[in-house]
């Protein structure tokens, strides 16, 4: 599965600021919710947390060593 | 285009007005539409012609540094204005802001702002007081960005926050962390905590990978982390 950005819908006022500041299609207004949209064109910009106005977009990291990431991409392949 | 009552009372410049007053403000108004992406003011550019107040939509003010680095100093919203420094002491524009997504501005010219500011003043107040706060705001990250080593801080909680949930080999990363939670626990504001990351990433001593902060020179970062006031 794919990492996306995360909504709290409590939060959500349903601005639309995601969904236009999105260039990858990512974000979608649902009963004046924003939901996410899993797409491989999310780059994790993290403009989409940067523009909400009310907190309610998560773009979280992980942090890890190289070590842990270089096992989890063997993994991958 | 009509010029709409209702957006104009939730400005902030123009709060605690009456809808008459309201009413004799509005013929100083005008509207303007920008795309997703549109250069709306370059810094330094001469004359600045009026004060913007965003209706719909979002716009980031930055600065550009010679080598092409950028520094967001706010993300505006609907409500909020900006190319007001300019406007009052008739020097050239000290940021550049782009739209974000598609924007609807409300604008008043130059002229109109003085004329406005000594027929109300209760708008002349609420000036005053959104000036103060947007000075308080960045005297702090001023002083962040000067005397606070904030990419310093940033790399000793990546470092904790690496260490605490790994050996370095096959455990689990510990919870997420957002650009707002580091800045919350460094004490700073999130555009600075942006601008660590990046230079912590040019220096390579993390690398981004999309949800994924990797510490790729563990060492080069404990050294970047000391470098603490």
Known sequence: ?77 | MTIDIGVLQSVPYFSNLDREELESIRPYVFERSYRKGDLILLEEEEEAEAVYFVVSGAAKAFKTSAEGKEQILCILRAGESFNDVPVFDGGPNPASVTAMTPLTLYGVGKLDVEAILRGHPNVAMNVIRLLAEKVRHFVGMVEDLSFRHVTGRVARLLLKYAGDHQDGGGSTPGPRLTQQDMAAMVGTAREVVGRSLKALEEDGAIKMDRHRIVIADKELLERMSGAVS
């Open chain 1, 1 to 77: 599965m794919l990492e996306m950005p995360s909504i709290d819908a409590g939060l959500c006022n349903g601005c639309g600021l995601c969904v236009e500041v999105c260039t990858c299609h990512a974000f979608a207004l649902v009963d004046n919710v924003a939901v996410v949209v899993e797409t491989e064109e999310c780059g994790f910009c993290t403009d989409c947390e940067m523009v909400c106005p009310t907190g309610a977009i998560r773009c979280g990291y992980e942090v890890v060593f190289i070590e842990y990431h270089e096992q989890r991409q063997i993994v991958i392949e």
